[in-house]
């Protein structure tokens, strides 16, 4: 039975790191770096201060080449996001498929918008374009935050799929175990607490990619609320996939303990 017993603990030392692997995913996706909270921020703000910021210029190329810019930015960040869709080893095909069509209908729209802009002749005709560049996109503040709230979603279940191999592990040490006659209720309580830890995080990581991928241009910027509720949630979720880790490895340590190697 030893020998039986090593075999698993060996295969499980090297499944437990992988009930966390969405952390890094997770966190990369729900946490805005500096440079995005900025992009945010000037998206929010562009809608207002466009006509103001168009006004000063006297000239209709300065503005026209700022304007060309900001849309040039968006278009490099679809990109961007669109190959890191095609790459993602966790998105689901239907959301890999659904993300992948909002970035190239976005990406084709700003490329069309571009067009118009280089043909303005007068910052009257500047100004309406400028807008349209946030309020008919929202690229910073909307698109992209949906693929990565959707990709650190995809993680967490994909890690759950993992977490419950490795319970089923679990489980039949301690059944071989209780059946040569060792106590190994403690082991049964920790492996508890991790498949509640698994499904903790699987409960609030679930609704996460319909409640995103579901929001409209029309209803920004009102709806970052359900955007920054989807964060919070896929926080909580890293946390309860660390947790499950943790015990995880007190269960194996357990086991080590009862078989006295």
Known sequence: MK???TA????????????????????????????QVTDQATDRQTDAQTDA????????????AKVLRSIDVRISALDTALVRVEGSHHLTPGHKATLTADYRFHRNGLADLRIEVERAETLAELAPLAKKVVVEHWIFALQIPKGRLTNGAD???????????????FAQVLARLE????????????LDDF????????????????LVLAIEVGQMPGATSILDSARADLRKAHG???????????LVQFIRSVVDF
Do not use: C, F
Request: aromatic letters at 2%; zero cysteines.
């Open 195 to 210: 498949n509640a830890e698994v499904g903790e995080a699987q409960v609030l990581a679930a609704p996460v990619p319909d």
């Open 53 to 64: 910021e168009t006004d000063r210029h006297r000239d209709l190329a300065p503005a026209k």
């Open 155 to 169: 993680a967490v279940a994909d890690a759950a799929v993992k977490a419950e191999r490795v319970s089923d592990e």
């Open 179 to 190: 059946a040569n006659g060792v106590d190994v209720e403690e082991g049964w309580e920790l």
């Open 3 to 5: 020998r039986y017993i």
């Open 240 to 250: 309860s996939l660390t947790e499950a880790r943790s015990i995880a490895r007190q």
């Open 8 to 35: 698993l603990l060996v295969a499980l030392m090297m499944v437990v790191p992988t009930v966390a692997s969405a952390q890094t995913d997770t966190t990369t996706d729900t946490t805005a770096p500096r440079d």
